[in-house]
Structure formats: structure tokens, C-alpha cells
């Protein structure tokens, strides 16, 4: 997946007929349904970015946001905030060839959708892929959810050019206000992913493991039950260390997202990221400056065990 360009136009005709019409933009979870969306389904797929003549080097990015009660209207404001995140990207150049897929965690314990997981994509149907989410707005209410189990498919079902061609990691943003739970349980991969491990895998496995192919992050918004929670935040810095980041306004989240992915890439650092941001005229450089500024500047995606890699002009071999 992952052809295709992303037009601003598009996206802006598409709001403007919702608007006109009364449609939703979460349409397909506002019509009543209650299973997943056939093209967010995880069972049984793998999801891939791949390079291609139209997008050479390609850099994989998955978003995905907690879906449940005690995240309440956040989802629907990320809806009019992540579609614009590829935009964002292709103006300052922070990544080659992005693909962005978006998805959605819920609770495995007790939720009919805990986990949806959409396609790579460089065009306008990576907002299609959102209007399909189910906002089912469960959870145990327990302060815990399924990070894990979307941690487990980022890391066994997913495969990148980037990684595989070039030794480079994708971006992986989970957001959310809960905590993990302690491991991925087996019998839950089986229900709704379809393979699985024999035995419950670790959280601290599954982290090791998707860390290695995709650099991630979790984001704490403001608007959230849990926002600003120092259990939280401590869960996840102890999992993450400082990519476990607080955004203090929701209306910030593309912008910290593009200006982290610059960083990873060396596109920017943090001032000229910031400078970007006020001659763009947006209201969100000091969001972003404090979310940020525990990641330092001119961080890369490469990881130091890799073995080295020669790029000779569309091929890539091992050194």
C-alpha cells in the first residue's frame, strides 16, 4: 500500500460536503455499528509500506489513539487534526515518501473492537480509513487497556522497505491516557488477530521487539481522563524513557508528531522546528516546545545493532 499523493483540496471538499450534508466524519461508528470495519480487521493481515517509482523511500508512520471511555472527545478532535499530518510532512520535508496508517485501541477484556488497524497510505484514504473507526467508547475501567496487543501487531504484522531495504525504523505514535497490561495474552492474539504465541508474551518482550523495527512514542493528551497523571506517565517513561511525552493541548498533535519525525529523520532541529511553526502561524510552538524538549535534537531512526547498509541506487546491500 502506499500509492497515491495527499491533496489538502481533497480533504477540504470532503469536510465541506459532511459538514453540508450532517454526515459524520466517524460515519461507518455513528451509523450503530458495533464490529469492525472489514478494512481495519486484523485478523488474518500484515500490513506493509512499500517503496514504489512514485514513492522511492518510503518512511512508514503508524497513529494510533486509545478509543475508549475515559478518552472522550478526543478521538473526534484527532479526526479533524491527523488527516492534515501528511501535509504537514510533504511542506517542510521532514521525511521522505511518508505513509501513514491510523488505527484504533480499545480494551480485549471486555470491548467487542479492541484493536483496528488501517492500511499504509500517501493519499486521501488514510481519511477514509478513519471515517471507518469504531468509536465504541468501552474499556474496563480499570486505569488499563490493550496497549500491548497493538504493540504485538505493529511487531509481528507489519513489514517495511524502510526496515528491510534500508536498516531504518518506522515511527510508531500510540495515544492514549492508560496504562498496558502486563502482558499479551495468547488466547486474545488468537481471537482477534488470528496467529499467536503459544504462551502470553511479556510487555517488556513485546516493547523490546517493537522498538527494534519502530521508533515509538506515547502521547498523553490533555482532554483526557488520566491527563497529566503522574502514574501514567511514570508507566510508560519506565517502558519508553523520554519518548513518553505529555501534550498539553490536543490541537498540537500533528505538529508534534511532523516536528518528531523531523527530528528522527535530521530533517530539523528543535529551534528551526519551532521557527517553522511560527512562520506557519500556528498557535502551537509552545506545546510543542515543551512536549518536545526532553527529546533533545538530531535523534535518528537507525539502530546501532543493524548491519550496515550501502544504498546503490535502488538496491540496498549489506556491507
Known amino acids: 500500500m502506499g500509492s497515491g499523493m495527499w491533496s489538502t ?13 450532517g ?11 458495533r464490529t469492525v470495519h472489514p478494512s481495519l480487521d486484523p485478523r488474518g493481515v500484515v500490513r506493509e509500506s512499500r517503496d514504489s517509482d512514485e514513492h522511492p523511500r518510503s518512511t512508514p508512520i503508524a497513529v494510533l489513539f486509545d478509543v475508549t471511555g475515559s478518552m472522550r472527545n478526543v478521538p473526534r478532535v484527532l479526526q479533524t487534526k491527523l488527516p492534515r499530518l501528511l501535509g504537514l510532512l510533504q511542506r517542510q520535508g521532514y521525511a521522505s515518501d511518508p505513509q501513514i496508517m491510523f488505527g484504533a485501541i480499545g480494551d480485549a ?24 473507526i469504531v468509536l465504541e467508547g468501552g474499556g474496563g475501567g480499570q486505569m488499563t487497556e490493550s496497549y500491548e496487543l497493538a504493540m504485538y501487531f505493529m511487531a509481528r504484522h507489519t513489514v517495511t522497505d524502510a526496515w528491510e531495504r534500508r536498516g531504518r525504523r518506522g ?42 523495527r519502530w521508533d515509538t512514542y506515547y502521547l498523553l493528551p490533555a482532554g483526557s481522563h488520566y491527563s497529566g497523571n503522574a ?64 527529546l533533545g535534537r538530531g535523534r535518528r531512526a537507525e539502530v546501532s545493532t543493524l548491519p550496515a547498509f550501502r544504498d546503490t541506487g535502488g538496491e540496498v546491500t549489506r556491507l
Open 9 to 21: 483540496d481533497v480533504y477540504d471538499a470532503a469536510d465541506r460536503y459532511r459538514r453540508k450534508t
Open 231 to 294: 502514574k501514567v506517565l511514570d508507566f510508560w517513561r519506565s517502558l519508553l524513557g523520554q519518548n513518553a511525552v505529555v501534550l498539553d493541548d490536543l490541537d498540537a498533535v500533528c505538529e508534534t508528531i511532523a516536528l518528531t519525525i523531523g527530528l528522527g529523520e535530521q530533517a530539523v532541529d528543535l529551534d528551526e522546528g519551532l521557527r517553522h511553526l511560527d512562520r506557519a502561524g500556528s498557535n502551537a510552538t509552545g506545546t510543542v516546545s515543551k512536549a518536545l524538549a526532553r
Open 23 to 33: 454526515r459524520s466524519a466517524f460515519s461507518y461508528s455513528d451509523s450503530g455499528a
Open 171 to 212: 515511527y510508531l505514535f500510540i495515544i492514549g491516557d492508560e496504562l498496558a497490561y502486563p502482558q499479551v495474552k495468547a488466547r486474545e492474539v488468537a481471537r482477534l488477530i488470528g496467529d499467536g504465541p503459544r504462551e502470553d508474551v511479556p510487555l517488556r518482550q513485546v516493547v523490546d521487539e517493537v522498538t527494534r
Open 109 to 132: 477484556t471486555c470491548d467487542r473492537v479492541p484493536l483496528q488497524v488501517g492500511q499504509f497510505e500517501s493519499d486521501n484514504r488514510m481519511d477514509d480509513d478513519l471515517g471507518r
